[in-house]
């Protein structure tokens, strides 16, 4: 026998190795030895192996006795062999994959359970042995927190054979909302090594667990009264109410959801967010005050909501031993009374709103008693948050008038010292069915600025007046501050009967002054930051929209003209709408705000461009509604009614033979009885043979298509024939599905329908729209560099509108009725301007008609927008053009960083610096040699011609007009006429800064300014100058502005409407002889 051993080196061990490196072999035994090799690279690995055998001694074969001789006498250990081998590997990676490669779970439910599997394959034809590891690599703090305890793996250690497949089990469940972001690893492991054997298999498991959560996107408001949507939207508290759905769902509202038993819903509802969503005032028996609320569904999950009242939280039928004045509490019964008594309604009560989607809940109040109505009312979504409304209305006597503020506090807006007083504006509003004479309780405000060193630090107007019954004003506070502190005033109204206060109304007013210079303090804005700046989505029933709902004037400098525009559209397609713009006092004078057009009508499915002006004379800080109210007239009866309208007379009334005082007037009927068919005149009626007459032309069956369903009556809508016969002439597709809806069937559901022959549809709502207005006009809100973008008028022309009372002669020099900008020498303020359309001062609160234009004006302003139309067309249908609006819509999306509310790019600065004033002066054309130069002209004496420098003049300077430096107004004009052949002399020069008139450039030879055409525009100045004096710089940016504001106009119109087509070329405009 012998005993065998096999070696390896010591630094192969780790690659090679034998599970049993060492043995016997009996005599002609043979045996196997197993090796082990494990690479930890993809390589080839070598390594020699030493297998050295030994003899051993058998006790069972000694040899004793003579025979012992002849045995081999030599040692056995003299003869070892040994052998030696290579052993060779190829290292190679093992082949796993995951199939999927990635996981994204979207959006799931927070507190839900999901289960997915991931297959692990093994492409090899080696057993690998693999471990499974996670890793949180989102960036949601909420997330990261419970991402270990979020995902679960089915097991993190694990073998798959060769060719064969492994499944390895995924929870997810998520205890909170967030991005979860996971990497999870599969790491190949040699046998028996604790460190990986080959590269980890990593794919990405995504989710985003949400709650379902719903967000108020907009708020419409039908009421009697005047509820503008900015008091709505804090009276309903809808920003509260997103922030709360934005949250984590709590214990409490899961709870509420999973409760069953009555006692636990009524205990768990009490501890639930509440909400007082208040549906303001009004008159009892006037018409319900009506809300939508639009909900919208942000999330990437279909949500389910439902509303829950005392109703549904009680037993339906309650048994009658069950005593309810002994278990029920006062607070139950008025809730049960309210529901019992349909005070609120609620429209729909539960449904279902896709990701992405929206829809309008409609809250309806009813004045049906006097007092104040309380419902509550949860709000689920399921699988999400549960909130408490208290449904709050008060309904006052028909009889009374009741005032009201927003608030019992109202803040103004802060002021520095040293300046002039601010108007700030203040709603007042009258929600009783009477008109409410009220007055301004002096002495608080008098005893509040008699404490503060008898300085007037606040004052109002009006003092009184009469406020209509479902109406508002504002009353206007001025406040100028003395110190830099908080101001508090309290204010008293007193509502009047008989002349004697009846009520009255309480509310302080807050405002604090600031140094110059100095931050201004924060003060909450009237209109919340988060209201729609348009109609999120067409309500129900209503028929008209805004382009937009918020005018922000920003910063304006005293008297500057600024103005906004928004479009209002008439969506609908069978009525005509009439609107008329209301300011209600927000300003204190009708000329501050001008709304043009301020009323008018618009067709269907047609808009309209309405432009606000805002100019005022004093400081002004104002946010209020403006309502647009709106009427509409069916297209059918649009004629009609114009026709009635413009013969009815105001001061006459109609005499009346009959008159039903207690129920609406019906027309007659064919037969007795209230089921018999109301009568229908033959001339109204569609017969056969008119019918086929019209359909025998063109033009008979334009009309039938575009009429018949609106005004004519069809034969079929009679109840007088057969239901067959109905049937074959009825041209209107009728889907009469049974005998009792054919005509002539008395059929309950559809008798009165069909009895009436064809019915109007409906006319929209007719509550106004609103546009939130947010003004601030104060020369020192307005920084010196921003001026020069606004159109601000000269001291001296606003002077001009304001003593302007009485109609003034023109002027014989001035035939063209100009604004010359010319002043009275003796230092008389008699400013002479024949048209102007500013109204008079604020003290004099006079109230003036702009003069029309004259034609020739008007054709002046036709002339520029024309002209600068044409040029605008010439540049859109040049190549380049083209060109720059292809690099615009191929250049790449800019950061989110460039979309901040910075100042717009401007000019870079000249490479040169601006030459010296007298190098811009322009030179004549020919300069003639200075012996023959005229001499200057002298003024006779010194009470002809009196130069003074126009102080008004907010444009010293006239980039129109060649640069020219404001000149010197001569106070009266020379009286000569020019004649052919005779030199043309000028009143004033602009190139003259010395004052005198120039002449050496302006006088021209006779034949030489007939001969020369390059003389022709001298000639032409001179005459100008000498006829209409100098060109008063205010008049013409009055007037630039105009025709670049009508030009702009013009051009968003045909935009909005479709006439200005980009994408096509536009026809070339064909020149105008003259």
Known sequence: PISYECRIPTRFRSTFWFTEASGQLAPSESTSVVANFCPSSERVFSSPMYCAAHCLEDSDNIVEGPLKALLNSSAPSEDQPSYVLQLVGHGKGPALSLEPDGLDLGAVKACETLQRQVVILNSSQLTVRYEVSTKFVGKDAAAMLVADEALVVGHSVGSVAGRCTATLDITFHPPCRGEFIYEVAVTPKGEGAEEPSGKSVTFTLCALAQHPYVQIADLRTESATLQPQSMMWTQFQVDGINELYQGEVVDVERKFQAAIGIDEKKRLVRQLKPFQLLFGTSAVESSPTVVYLALSNPGYLPIR?????????????VPYWCDEKALVDEREAHFTWVEEHGVYDIQPRNGAIAPGDFLHVKFTYHHHSIGTHILPVVFNV??????????????????????????????????PLGERGVVQAVELTNSGGVAAPWRVDLSTISLYNAENHNFEVLSVKPLEGTLEPQSSTFLHFTFRPLEAKRYTCPVRLEMLKDGRPSEELCFDIQADGYMPGDMPPHVEPLFPPNLPIQTYAPVPGYGAALSIEILDFKEVPLRARHSQMLVLVNYTSDFVLSFRWDARKLFRFDHELEIEPSFGELSPGSHCMVVFRLCCDEPVDVSGEIACHLDWTHISAYGQQSIVESQEDPGAEVEYFGFHADHIHEPARNGKGQNAPVHISVVNRLTVSRFRNLMSTAAGQKFLNENLHRTSVLSSHIPVMSPRRAMQTSTMGLALQSKEELPGMQSSSSMDESSRGPQVPSSPTSYPLYVRLRAVVADWMVKPEERKDFVVESCARNLLAQQLNKEEPKDATNPAGLNLGLEEPAGSKDYQRQSSNLSPAPEEEMVMEPPGQPEEEA?????????????????????????????????????????????????PPPDHQAAPEPELQPRSLEEPPAEESVPPLEPESDEDVNFEIPSGSALPWSDLLMD?????????????????????????????????????????????????????????????????????????????????????????????????????????VRERRL
């Open 305 to 317: 909501f439902s509303f829950q009242t005392p109703e549904n939280l009680n037993l339906e039928n």
């Open 382 to 415: 399921h699988d999400g948050r549960s909130v408490l409304f208290y449904l709050k209305g008060h309904s006052v006597a028909p009889s009374v008038g009741c005032l009201s503020v927003r608030s019992s506090v109202l803040s103004l807006q802060p002021v």
């Open 859 to 907: 054709n002046n302003f036709k002339l520029a927008g024309s002209v600068l139309e044409h040029l605008m067309r010439e540049v859109l249908r040049e190549e380049e053009f083209g060109n720059i609006l292809d690099k615009m819509l191929s250049q790449d999306v800019p950061f989110f960083q460039q979309f901040e509310n910075s100042d717009p790019p401007e000019l």
């Open 964 to 1068: 020219f430096k404001s000149p010197l107004a001569p106070v009266s004009a020379p009286k000569k006429s020019v004649k052919t052949g005779q030199s043309a002399p000028c009143s004033s020069s602009p190139r003259s800064p010395s004052g005198r008139n120039g002449l050496e450039s302006l006088s021209l030879d006779a034949s030489e300014t007939l001969l020369t055409p390059e003389t022709q525009p001298i000639r032409s100045w001179a005459e100008g100058l000498e006829m209409y004096g100098e060109v008063d710089l205010d008049a013409f940016q009055d007037s630039a502005g105009e025709v670049l504001d009508r030009l702009l106009l013009d051009t968003v119109d045909d935009v909005i409407a479709g006439r200005l087509n980009w994408m096509r070329p536009l026809p070339r």
